[in-house]
């Protein structure tokens, strides 16, 4: 079992920053990706972006989605059990609920959510023009 923890949302302006953080516990050396999805009001749960953990050690391993590379930057703390999501350049179609998550699966699409095992409850992101 894994839990994950997320704070660090809230509103900015278009151009601005925001970090999001999700703190693991339980089985967090048995955690094998972690990523970060949002969804939109009305529409699908989407990949933002995912790191590979090795077990709880990371490789430095990222994936993006093309909508945000170059302007997200995913992050894993081994010693805080932690992963961080830092937005810059953030545009009012960022605006989301932002979940993270968390699975021990090593193969398949690491960017589907429907592969992944354990969720954060979700933080909003609202980016204003």
């Known amino acids: 079992q894994v839990q994950l923890v997320e704070s660090g949302g809230g509103s900015v302006q278009a151009g601005g920053s925001l970090r999001v953080s999700c703190a693991a516990s339980?089985?967090?050396?048995?955690?094998?990706?972690m990523a970060w999805f949002r969804q939109a009001p009305g529409k699908e749960r989407d990949g933002v972006a995912r790191?590979?953990?090795?077990?709880?050690?990371?490789?430095?391993?990222?994936e993006y989605a093309d909508s945000v590379k170059g302007r997200f930057t995913i992050s894993w703390d081994n010693a805080e059990n932690t992963v961080y999501l830092q937005m810059t350049s953030l545009k009012p179609e960022d605006s989301a609920m932002y979940y993270c998550?968390?699975?021990?699966?090593?193969?398949?699409?690491?960017?589907?959510?429907?592969?992944?095992?354990?969720w954060g409850q979700g933080t909003q992101v609202t980016v204003s023009s």
């Open positions: 339980g089985n967090t050396y048995s955690i094998r990706y």
């Open positions: 998550a968390a699975r021990h699966l090593p193969w398949g699409n690491t960017m589907s959510p429907a592969s992944y095992t354990y």
């Open positions: 790191v590979n953990t090795a077990g709880g050690t990371a490789d430095g391993t990222t």
